[in-house]
């Protein structure tokens, strides 16, 4: 068994050319679903992820949220390892909120395609501003 001093270590953590195996596991994360075991029940799950951050285009300093989403499946249900590897693709891109909870919306609609699902997305007060994005989505409406 090798042993790696600090002096490796250290320079294998800057060098910024290999990436982590788990930024490549979040770089290649896609929304995954699978069969819903009750087709036909209407019935709500509710996922909650506390550790949403994404950066402001403008400025660039980080922003962090909480996410509520709550849906109704139809058909497909979707993975949770692989939305929680979808959610931390957008912690280094510049993105608004209102941007963010929308197109966050519109890839789980067309992964899941649920009969109704709302995201909220509560945002950690910078500047003295708290913001929450609310977005809707039903089946049939646009």
Do not use: W
């Not at 896609?30 to 009750?38: C, G, H, K, Q, V």
């Not at 509710?46 to 403008?58: G, H, R």
């Not at 939305?83 to 510049?94: A, P, V």
């Amino acid at each position: 068994m090798s042993q790696v001093t600090n002096t490796e270590a250290s320079n294998h953590e800057s060098d910024s050319s290999t990436m982590k195996y788990g930024e490549r596991i979040i770089e290649e994360g896609e929304l995954i679903t699978f069969p819903n075991p009750r087709i036909g029940r209407r019935y709500d799950i509710n996922i909650t992820l506390p550790e949403f951050t994404c950066k402001c285009p403008f400025s660039g300093y980080p922003d962090f949220a909480t996410l509520y989403l709550t849906y109704i499946p139809d058909e497909k249900v979707v993975e949770l390892k692989a939305l929680k590897l979808y959610i931390n693709r957008y912690r280094d891109r510049y993105i608004s909120h209102e941007e963010s909870i929308n197109q966050i919306l519109d890839d789980f609609v067309a992964a899941c395609d649920p009969l109704e699902v709302t995201l909220k997305g509560d945002f950690n007060p910078r500047g003295n501003v708290h913001t929450v994005i609310e977005v809707r989505h039903r089946k049939g409406e646009n």
